[in-house]
């Protein structure tokens, strides 16, 4: 059972075999043909969330870094260059 506070943690796994389903209804109204592919994001762990507001910057941070559309290579460029922060760009 989950609490409103609880942040579910995710990692990138090369390995993890990852369901994909079609985006558009038209084509395949259905998530009975799922189709698969090696390498996703998979759970790893529940932690319980802050106990107090987000900074409203941090918020919007946050939902920038959403609605960005990092790409994998991005992701896995600033993890090799271990940077601790990442410079989104669409695309």
Request: hydrophobic share 30%; aromatic share 10%.
């Amino acid at each position: 059972q989950f609490e409103d506070e609880t942040l579910v943690e995710c990692i990138y796994d090369p390995n993890w075999r990852t369901l994909c389903y079609e985006p558009d209804d038209r084509r395949q109204a259905t998530w009975d043909f799922p189709k698969e592919r090696v390498g996703g994001w998979r759970f790893d762990c529940l932690h319980k969330g802050p106990t107090k507001p987000t900074d409203v910057r941090t918020a919007y941070s946050l939902q920038q870094a959403a609605t960005d559309g990092i790409t994998q290579d991005h992701l896995v460029a600033a993890l090799h260059s271990g940077s601790s922060s990442l410079v989104l760009g669409r695309g």
